[in-house]
Each structure stands twice: as C-alpha cells, then as structure tokens.
C-alpha cells in the first residue's frame, strides 16, 4: 500500500531519540543519582540504540566506583541490574555496542548485557521488579499501528479506543515498578486532556501516583512537532500533592512552578496545570453555568473549496461580502443560499457566466467529502449559512497574545469564514473589554491547546465559556457598584 511504504520511519516505529540533557532531567527528577541507585533495578523498555541507558551506566559506575576498585564486583552489576528491552534488532545491536564502548571509560569490557530484543507488550519477566522504568517510549498513532492493534487492545489504559502506543507503555512501565519505584518518561502530553488518556488519568489520580509533571508546553525536544510532558510517577507516596514544573528553554532545564493538588488540576476530567492562582480561576470557567444566556459562538463557513468559491468574479449575482475570520481580511464569495435553503441549480445557473464558472470545476466540486445535507454545488458543510442575515463578530481562533485577536463587526448580509463567530446583544466595547485582555490570554493558554510558534487554538465552545462567564462577573461587579450607590 503506497500510505504504508511511504509513512516516515518515525510514524511507524516511534523512534525520536531523546536528547541528553532530557535523559538527564528524567535521571534527577526521578532521583536516580547518589548511592542509593547501587543494587537498584532499573529498565528502559523501549531503549533504542540506548539514550537513556549510556546515561544509566554512566551514573551507576561513577557512584560505583566511590566506594570500590572491584572491577569484576561492578561488571556483575551492570549484568544484574540495568536492563533493555527494544524491539527492533538493529537498535539493539546498536544499543549494546555504545553501553561497551561506556564502559571501556571505567576499565570494565564484555559485560553480558540485558537488552532483551522483544515486544516489550508481550513481556512479563520485569513486572513488579523495577526500582525504576526510564525513558521515551514510542509514539505511535493507533492507524499506524497495523498488526498490533489487536495486541493494544488487551490493555487497561485503551479502553477508550483511539489511542496512541505511548499510553499503553505508560501501563506497562507501571506494571514493571515494584512498591516503591519510581516511572520517569517524556511522552507526548496529549493525556493530559485527550478522550484516549481517560482511563490512564483516573488510574493516575486514584492510585495517587503523580509526583512531578514538567510541561515542556511549546517547547520542542524532538525533531517532529510534539508537544511533550516529563511525567514522574511513583507507587506508594505519603505526599499527596504533586510538584509542577515548566522548561526553561534557555538553559534547557525545569524549573519549580507550585505545588499542586489534585483538586486544583484535575479539573472537569482532565489535567491543567499552571500555579494555584491560574488553576483556580480556570476552575471557576470551566464550571461555570449560567441562567440567561448571552453569546452564541459558531463555526464560519467550511465550503471545502475556499478557491473556488472566495475570490473575485465575473458576475455578483448570488455573491455576498465575506470575512476571512483568521486574518481579517473582506473578500467576494459565492453564496448559494437563499433563507439557509441552496437555490436550484437551474435558477442559480440561469446567468451563463456562473453556468459555466461552476460546470469547468464540477470535477473539483464533486471531490469533496460532503455533508449529506449539502449539494454538489452548496458549501461542504452547512454550518454559518442560516446566520448570514444577522449582526455578528467574526474572531480568529488562533492566538499568542491578545494583540493577535481579530474582532471585526460583521453586519447583516456579511459571512464568516475561516474562523468563529459571536452573536451577541451586548455592545460592541463591552465585547472588545472581555476579549482584548490579558485574563483570555491566560485562560486560553491554560487549556493547552498548542500550535507551532508559540500559538494556541480553542474552540467555539472554550470561547463561549469564557465570554459568559466573563459577562456574568461584569454584571455583577456593577450590579454591586450601583446597589453600593443606589443604598447611599
Ligand atoms: C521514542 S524511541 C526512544 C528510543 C530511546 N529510548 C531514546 O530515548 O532515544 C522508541 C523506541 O521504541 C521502540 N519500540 C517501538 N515499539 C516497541 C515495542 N512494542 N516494544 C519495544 N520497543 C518498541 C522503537 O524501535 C524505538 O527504538
């Protein structure tokens, strides 16, 4: 199949080495370090050609070493208690000769390593023995799974369907901790919110297992664009609370934010973080209802051929003005609708110049994945159609800070595309006040919604939140002010 040969080695493997200085950040967040890693079992199962495990090495002959010269004693260890497990043979091969040429640096030569070549789904020998499960385990989406979806599918953190292969390693990493180990991976942070990391997130809050989060936001460690989380996890903890980090780019480290407890950022199901202030008052939107409902936010036009349907014409009959909701920017469009119905196609066509302006791109139209309402000729999809005829605010939904917003006033006649709308009775500057603030900004970042260059996204819905929620305490602080002036 021409999509499988020609997918990237990375999509179908999962295999983005990690960088040093996140091997190290794992290695002291987790404590692996000091002397009391000596006699300790620890594992990546998913080492590659062995980032974490040179690393692990390392560590464990520099502590060795502090305390005896009893090269054979050492060699012995490295046997017993470092282990791999990777599932692709050349990685392993590779894997093996860099944890020799490691230790060639302490004197030490032919060690037998335990680098298990295998599907560490299928492997059970480590479970409930390791003091620590290291590393970065593969991303790896289920349509690229093939033949082993069926084999993800046994396990108790898919249940909720599409998934990624990193979450089941989550599973299976815990499995391997004994009573006290610790699990330290960097992994997409997709679970943080996503419908797949449900059952995991429950396990995780349940089982009071998170210690230390580094949200890496839009910080890029790898070669593809992910957005990644350090997860520090551990059986048995007294504390209750977990320490929240973020990543100081610069100096390529974390660094301490708050600390946090479940109750602050496991909020409507899903996991936010940020300080304890931020969460608060995210917590305070999110949950959020109000009686009186005063915004609607929609989704502009998706006619699923933007080229053909937004430019300039021969003709203007059954065109309108439109607004490029992303940008700002007004064009001509296409609009062949009358009261929300499509016109038909012989009266729309009765000028000859949009009869043969549709007929030479029938093909490209026909192409599209319509909705079933929506006919070969109309928009892909029906959505922004029926409100062509009220008073409205086009508004971009993709932001990094409030200066990026675009709220333009859309009057009747005038449609929205690429991009959200709001209709509203509120005035125009009241609207302008809840948006162009910092406290959006804030509120939109939080739902980590990530996008390249320092973007984020949100929805129609995350964008109604915030507005009636916003309204609402407006009102109320000058209902207040005019009570506190009415009583005087
Ligand atoms: C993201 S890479 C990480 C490699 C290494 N741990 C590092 O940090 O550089 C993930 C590795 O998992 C391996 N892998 C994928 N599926 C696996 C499986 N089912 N069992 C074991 N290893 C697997 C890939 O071959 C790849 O080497």
Known sequence: MKTEVTKSTEKLSGRFYTPEYIVNNILDLSSYYGNTILRKHVIDNSCGDGAFLVAIVGRYCDEFLKTSRDLCSLSEELSAYIHGVEIDENECRKCVEKLNSKIKNYGLDSIVWDIMCADALSVDKYDGKMDFVLGNPPYIRVHNLGDNFSNIKKFSFTQNGMTDL??????????????????????????FNSIAGKYM???????????KIVDLRHFQAFSATTYTTIAILKNNRKKKTTEYYQFEANNNIPYYVDTLSVEDYFICGNFYFSNRENLHELKSILSFTTIKECFAVKNGFATLAD????????????TIPVVKASTGAHAKCIFPYSKGKLIPYNILTRNKRIKKYFETSKELLLKRSLESESGWYGFGRTQGINDVEKNKYSVNALIRSPF???????????????????LTEIEESELRKIMYCEEFMSYISLLGKYKSGGYYTFSSKDLKRFLEYKYSQRRGFQNEQFSIFGGA
């Open 166 to 191: 990193y979450i089941v390693f989550y599973e299976i990493g815990l499995k391997m901790l004994n009573a006290g180990g610790v699990l330290g991976y960097i992994t997409p942070s997709s679970f």
């Open 201 to 211: 997130r429950s396990h995780l809050i349940n089982n009071n297992l998170i210690d």
């Open 307 to 318: 080229g053909f349907f937004i430019g300039e014409f021969d003709f203007n009959e059954f």
């Open 404 to 422: 990026d917003i675009k709220l333009i006033k859309c009057g009747k006649g005038v449609g929205v595309y690429s991009g959200l709308y709001i």
